[in-house]
């Protein structure tokens, strides 16, 4: 049908021309990038709190990760420790933006705007994944900076195209794990505050819980067995194995790269049909 | 009633210790303009909540052009456009990504996007701050693109949930104005809530009078001010079904006759 000239009468009304309904997962993908691209468009608008996140990373990679390699206390296996603490804190700065992602459903409830999209014929699994999206990009630009802070720093790092794609795909999927997983926390305790609370009692066991700043194999048993269901170590493991030298008789991951994907995006769909499932609840 | 549009039959929803709607009962005729007025915590918004799938009822059925709000989900949201109570534009959009992200999740096809959407802006005079964030606009001309919003997709029964409330007087005749092109093309059914009972009594076909989750009152505005009295208005109405019922009943007769004095001295 063509529409000629612009159709600036509204009448016509009954005669809805929607788009036939897509199959679910069609809808939830094409649905999920808009959601995402509206959330860029206000983080390319203020992109203050990009530079205010470099700044952690920065006091671990200089201060405890050039004191610590001096100390020599961590046994890394052959690998520097510098260049070993880098993917550790590559993964635990996108850890920390994601955690919080969730608070911005609390604002968006406060002011109506989440029930505009509730009331809308949109998949709930296409509002998680949509914001998940988004925290999964913005953690993309953190890694660069944490990357080209390790260059600053001198560190030896694979620059291989395969790994370097491969390490994009393992932030992104980390950071969506984070963030779905953080937004089923909002959707569970409804306020700021009490989400401020929750995200910050999470970050730190999340984090000294994995194998970020050492290896598992110097755990205590129990530690070891909750740093492996952690989706963090996964990422660190997956990511040291794609952006550290592989030198002979070293093994960076020591999980093994393709478990690392897998653990992460079944992870990933978990959380996220958990957060869809959650998400009316917001605003009730 | 003929051809309803919204049958709501034995709605109950109960918060914890609260029942916020309380065995409903009432409808909404196709094309009308309804009013669900009320005092605040009387149940309006819970209604409205119930209505646009938000919130599952406790009890009893609701149902919004023949569909269930609970069992038929997806079909009663793709035929009704929603403005919350809040302000809701997304304030770090401009105004032209607000209406497009609202064409997209509603699935209008690509080629006519853009021309609703320019439509819409010219409809409601926003041509010239489409590319504005919307933290430069006014509360009127946010409520004008949150009806723009809601009727992007020409939804079937709109919900306005007190779109006046907090606007200046010059904005609420705006948003009136819009609700009344609206009602004049018949374009949708439209279900507001509003505590102005000039505005009800203007706009509205049929108003349902809430009291404590329950039908206090339901019928055309004329109707119902002509069985209090001859000369009754909408808010002598209000006051009688929704006050303290004996003293409110008492303070009727008083006002009315004191406010008659005061319109023949002008």
Request: with cysteine; proline share 5%; charged share 20%.
């Amino acid at each position: 049908m063509r529409h000629p000239g612009p159709d600036t009468s509204l009448t016509g009304w009954a005669e809805s021309d929607l788009r036939p309904q897509r199959t679910w997962l069609f809808a939830v993908a094409g649905k999920a990038m808009a959601i995402a691209e509206m959330e860029l468009h206000k983080l390319r608008r203020d992109p203050t709190e990009l530079f205010t996140r470099a700044v952690q990373p920065v006091l671990w990679l200089v201060v405890f990760g050039e004191v610590m390699s001096r100390a020599r206390m961590i046994d890394t296996g052959g690998t520097p420790y510098l260049a070993f603490l880098v993917p550790g804190v590559l993964a635990q700065s996108v850890l920390f933006i994601a955690i919080f992602n969730g608070i911005s459903i609390i604002w968006e409830r406060d002011l109506g705007i989440i029930h505009k999209f509730l009331a809308s014929p949109t998949p709930r699994a296409a509002l998680v994944l949509g914001k998940a999206l988004a925290g999964g990009v913005r953690a993309l630009v953190q890694a660069s900076v944490v990357l080209t802070l390790a260059v600053l720093l001198g560190v030896h790092l694979s620059w291989r195209m395969a790994g370097l794609c491969g390490a994009i795909v393992l932030v992104l999927l980390g950071a969506m794990v984070f963030s779905s997983f953080s937004l089923a926390i909002a959707c569970v305790v409804r306020t700021r505050e009490r989400f401020m609370g929750v995200g910050q009692v999470l970050t730190m066991p999340l984090f000294f819980a994995s194998n970020a700043i050492y290896p598992t194999s110097l755990m205590p048993t129990w530690l070891r067995l909750v740093s492996h269901v952690n989706p963090l170590t996964y990422q660190i493991d997956g990511l040291r194995a794609l952006l550290l030298p592989v030198a002979p008789g070293v093994t960076a991951a020591h999980i093994g790269l393709w478990t690392d994907y897998g653990v992460l995006a079944v992870t990933l769909a978990a959380w996220v049909a958990i957060s869809a499932k959650l998400y009316p609840n917001i605003v009730r | 009633m003929k051809d309803p549009i919204i049958v709501v039959e034995h709605l109950v929803r109960r918060f914890a210790t609260l029942t916020a709607v309380d065995h409903l009962t009432f409808g909404v005729s196709r094309g009308a303009v309804c009013g669900l007025l009320g005092r605040n915590g009387a149940g309006k918004t819970t209604v409205i909540k119930i209505l646009t799938t938000l919130l599952p009822p406790t009890s009893g059925s609701a149902r919004v052009g023949g569909h269930d709000v609970l069992q038929d989900a997806t079909a009663v949201r793709r035929m009704i456009g929603y403005v919350p109570q809040a302000l809701s534009a997304d304030a770090e959009l401009t105004g032209y990504e607000n209406l497009l992200i609202m064409a997209k999740l509603y699935d209008l096809p690509r080629r006519v996007r853009e021309q609703r959407i320019t439509a819409a802006l010219s409809l409601m005079g926003l041509e010239e701050a489409a590319h504005r964030l919307v933290h430069t606009y006014s509360g009127g001309m946010i409520r004008s693109l949150e009806i723009a919003q809601s009727t992007l997709h020409r939804p079937t029964v709109l919900f306005l949930d007190e779109p006046t409330v907090g606007l200046d007087p010059l904005a609420r005749r705006t948003v009136w104005e819009h609700i009344k092109r609206l009602k004049e093309r018949q374009e949708c059914t439209i279900l507001i809530t509003t505590h102005y009972m000039d505005e009800a009594d203007q706009l509205c076909d049929e108003v349902a009078i809430l009291h404590h989750g329950r039908l206090a009152a339901s019928g055309t505005p004329d109707a119902l001010k002509r069985a209090l009295g001859p000369h009754a208005s909408l808010d002598d109405v209000f006051a009688r079904f929704t006050g303290a019922d004996a003293e409110v009943l008492g303070a009727y007769d008083e006002t009315s006759r004191t406010r008659h004095v005061a319109d023949r001295l002008g």
